[in-house]
C-alpha cells in the first residue's frame, strides 16, 4: 500500500509566513529604537567641541590676566590702588589686572590685539572685583577675575580665577 507523501508524518522544515511576520516586526523594533539612540547622540556631538573650545578661550584670557601686576607697576605694590585708572591704548599695554575690567571682545584676539582665524563664532567678557574677600584676605587685598566666553549656540562658558596682592 502506497502512503501519500502528504501524510507522511514527516516533519517539515521552514518558517509560516506568521512566524515571518513577526520575526521581521521584532527586527524593526529594534533597527528603528538603535536608528533613534545615533540620531540623538549624533546631533549633539559637536556640544562638547564647541564647550572645550569655550574653554580653552577663557584660560587663555584667564592666564593672560593673571599673570599682570596686581597694581599698576609704576606705584607702590604693597600700597598702590588695587584698581587705578586704566591704561588706555588696548590689551598690548595693559600692565595690571584691572586693565582687563569691562573688556568685551565681540571677536576673539590674541594679546597683541590681532583676531584670531576660526573663532569667530565666540565672544569674549571680563569682569574685575576688587571688593572681594577670600580665605581670609581681606577685601581690598584680592582681585576676582571672571572670563565669560559666549559660544556658537549662545551658551555662557565662565572661568574664574582671583589674585590677592600677597
Known amino acids: 500500500m502506497k502512503r501519500n507523501s502528504l501524510s507522511c508524518g514527516c516533519r517539515q522544515r521552514g518558517l509560516t509566513l506568521v512566524e515571518l511576520v513577526i520575526a521581521l516586526v521584532v527586527f524593526s523594533v529594534g533597527v528603528m529604537a538603535l536608528l533613534a539612540a545615533m540620531a540623538r547622540f549624533g546631533g549633539s556631538s559637536a556640544d562638547p567641541l564647541l564647550a572645550v573650545q569655550a574653554r580653552a578661550i577663557a584660560e587663555a584670557y584667564l592666564e593672560e590676566i593673571l599673570s599682570k601686576s596686581f597694581t599698576d607697576p609704576a606705584l607702590d605694590p604693597l600700597t598702590g590702588a588695587a584698581c587705578p585708572a586704566p591704561n588706555a591704548g588696548?590689551?598690548?599695554?595693559?600692565?595690571?589686572?584691572?586693565?582687563?575690567?569691562?573688556?568685551?571682545?565681540?571677536?576673539?584676539?590674541?594679546?597683541?590685539?590681532t583676531l584670531i582665524a576660526g573663532l569667530d563664532d565666540y565672544r569674549v567678557a571680563v569682569t574685575v572685583a576688587d571688593n572681594v574677600a577670600f580665605q581670609g584676605v581681606p577685601a581690598g587685598q584680592v582681585l576676582q577675575v571672571d572670563v565669560t566666553v559666549t559660544d556658537a549656540l549662545g551658551r555662557i562658558h565662565t572661568l574664574t580665577g582671583v589674585e590677592t596682592r600677597y
Request: one cysteine or more.
Open 90 to 113: 588696548g590689551r598690548s599695554v595693559y600692565d595690571n589686572i584691572c586693565d582687563y575690567r569691562g573688556l568685551p571682545d565681540q571677536l576673539v584676539r590674541d594679546q597683541s590685539g
